[in-house]
């Protein structure tokens, strides 16, 4: 009998978590999975796998990124948003015009950084 689940080795790799504003990320986009405290992403980098956690507003920014996409995560640092909860602020940024699926139902957001 074939299988065709995929198989992902756990313990391969490292977890980056974010703590210092500037700290940068780059490497070929692998895709979200659930995690036992919340949803991780990982990205491939020329020193191996690297997984960390997709806090709120990164999740958001990276859930329309087609996985094999060249991208760059830059964290901001805390910020407090306006209804006065503090957050994790990231830029995100892209490498190519295929970066993107299609939109989701109902979002007409773009997830591309803004220029000015």
Same mark, same amino acid.
């Given at each position: 009998?074939?299988?065709? /689940?995929? @198989?992902?080795?756990?313990?391969? !790799?490292?977890? *980056? /978590? @974010? ?7 780059? !490497?070929? @986009?692998?895709?979200? *999975? ?6 991780? !992403? #990982? ?7 690297? #997984?960390?956690?997709? *806090? $709120? ?18 964290? #901001? ?15 995100? %940024? ?5 970066? %993107? ?5 109902? #979002? $007409?957001?773009? $997830? $591309?950084?803004?220029?000015?």
């Amino acid at each position: 009998m074939s299988s065709l /689940k995929r @198989w992902r080795q756990i313990g391969q !790799g490292q977890f *980056h /978590k @974010w703590e210092t504003p500037g700290e940068k990320l780059e !490497g070929l @986009w692998q895709g979200s *999975h659930e995690g036992r405290f919340g949803p991780l !992403g #990982t990205v491939e980098t020329p020193e191996g796998l690297v #997984t960390f956690p997709l *806090h $709120a507003a990164l999740l958001e920014r990276l859930r329309r990124v087609r996985v094999g996409t060249e991208i760059l995560i830059r964290y #901001t640092g805390p910020q407090t948003s306006k209804a006065g909860r503090l957050f994790k602020g990231f830029d995100v %940024f892209v490498s190519g015009d295929e970066a %993107f699926m299609d939109s989701e139902p109902g #979002t $007409a957001r773009d $997830a $591309a950084p803004s220029e000015g």
